[in-house]
């Protein structure tokens, strides 16, 4: 047997997890063979090092934080709403960007606020003339303090000042009564899509701005932003928008 | 009774006369029913095992709280399928194993340890600066050491050497056969003595 063998049975040995038999061939050799008992020492060295570090005192404080978290995980998950969400966390991959699920996500959403800009649009054309917070003890919510601003270098696929605009894609609003004008800031009935942040922003009221100013609408999900461009009807009267943020 | 005067009692009635195993079977029905704290005595018993283990197998200490985190949780979801009157810590090393193993995979890119956490330990372990930098440099050149081993062989590794079970009882744990699993203990261990040899000699980067 040669010196390479021995080495296999060297590093056994060290560990006793030799056989009788095995150990004893061992003991013979190394008596004889200077290299394997040099090469026998290293073993044991780094057997000592690998045991002398590998168990090296672990902090209390990191036991006590994983103990912890882990109580933490289970009192959220028997709460009983938590373990619906998490069985639907758990079946339900996150969807890629992009993905067919984000799109029919993004599809839905788009749906939804081009029904409420149409309801928006409809309400404020059949609106009486006075608004409707000087005619009720509502009280005013400025338009500014409720803007979402968007900064102005935020890279947007769609810039208002480009001449070519894509189509509008918001259902077409009911056609202006004629003589009809908007009123002012009111209460807003979108509130019911708390679930979904929705961003719309609009140039500032006091910056003048030509009729056909489009609005900037910002749909933020999980995994996707839309920038929408809500074109107004050249037609109508400039009025100015409320903008809406939840 | 409450939860809570139920687990002072039994404390108190097997703190005399209770063994290991009867202390286990108490503290799996207890976790069964609900009682976190019966339940947090259990990670207790084990939590060195746990993280130990899974700070050999996985390099990083904060790898390695979040394996001992999955294991527990999954402990906890198996409650009701473990067998009474079976010591607990085999199935644990399985678990851990599994989790770090798939961990691993996830976050192989960091398997090196940081060198602040090195530092750490060895400004612990005394003042002297030159035994700190021995000090350092050694855990360094066994974290790397054991970076280098193939997964099973560092598993095989960590459970025979460090943790200090028999050949039998990791070829249980990891799946294997005895023969295996003794072919893969005596590679590790010539890859770690071939690794530190290099290192002390300089051969190695």
């Excluded at chain 2, 283990?53 to 402990?75: I, W």
């Excluded at chain 2, 600066?129 to 050149?141: D, F, H, S, Y």
Aim: net charge positive.
């Amino acid at each position: 047997m040669s010196c390479e063998m021995f080495e296999s049975l060297i590093a056994l040995h060290v560990e006793g997890d030799l056989t009788a038999a095995e150990a004893e061939e061992l003991a013979k050799h190394l008596r004889i063979c200077a290299a394997c008992r040099d090469f026998a020492e290293e073993m044991r060295a780094s057997q000592r090092a690998l045991k002398k570090h590998g168990r090296a005192a672990i902090e209390p404080a990191v036991l006590a934080g994983i103990r912890a978290g882990v109580l933490r995980k289970i009192a959220r998950r028997r709460r009983g709403w938590l373990p619906v969400m998490q069985g639907i966390a758990a079946a339900v991959p996150r969807p890629r960007r992009f993905s067919p699920r984000a799109l029919a996500l993004a599809a839905s959403l788009v749906l939804v606020l081009g029904a409420v800009v149409a309801l928006l649009r409809w309400g404020e054309i059949s609106r009486p003339e006075e608004p409707a917070w000087q005619s009720s003890e509502i009280e005013p919510v400025p338009p500014a303090a409720r803007v979402e601003p968007i900064p102005a270098q935020a890279p947007s696929p769609v810039l208002p000042s480009a001449p070519e605009r894509p189509p509008e894609p918001v259902p077409t609003s009911p056609p202006p009564a004629p003589g009809a004008e908007r009123p002012g800031p009111g209460p807003q009935p979108v509130e019911e899509l708390a679930a979904t942040r929705i961003a719309a922003q609009q140039v500032p009221p006091a910056a003048p701005r030509p009729a056909a100013e489009p609005m900037m609408i910002k749909l933020v999900s999980d995994d996707l932003v839309i920038y929408w461009l809500v074109e107004p009807d050249p037609t109508q009267e400039e009025t100015n928008h409320e903008v809406t943020t939840i | 009774m409450s939860t809570e005067t139920a687990t002072m009692v039994w404390t108190s009635r097997t703190g005399a006369h209770g063994s290991p195993s009867c202390e286990l079977d108490s503290l799996l029905a207890q976790a069964r029913r609900g009682d976190p704290r019966a339940f947090d005595r259990l990670m207790q018993r084990h939590e060195r095992q746990v993280y130990g283990t899974a700070r050999r197998l996985l390099g990083r200490s904060e790898d390695a709280q979040d394996a001992a985190q999955e294991v527990f949780l999954r402990l906890y979801r198996f409650l009701d399928r473990i067998e009474p009157r079976r010591p607990l810590a085999p199935w644990l090393y399985r678990v851990t194993v599994n989790v770090c193993r798939d961990l691993g995979r996830r976050r192989r890119l960091r398997r090196t340890v940081p060198l602040e956490e090195a530092e750490l330990e060895a400004v612990a372990a005394g003042s002297d600066p030159a035994a700190r930098a021995a000090l350092r440099e050694e855990k360094r050149i066994v974290e790397e050491a054991l970076a280098s081993l193939s997964d099973k062989e560092r598993a095989a590794l960590v459970l025979r050497d460090v943790e200090g079970l028999p050949t039998e009882e990791v070829a249980e744990i990891v799946g294997s056969s005895p023969p295996t699993v003794r072919s893969q203990i005596c590679r590790a261990r010539l890859k770690i003595r071939q690794f530190r040899q290099r290192r002390l000699k300089g051969t190695l980067p």
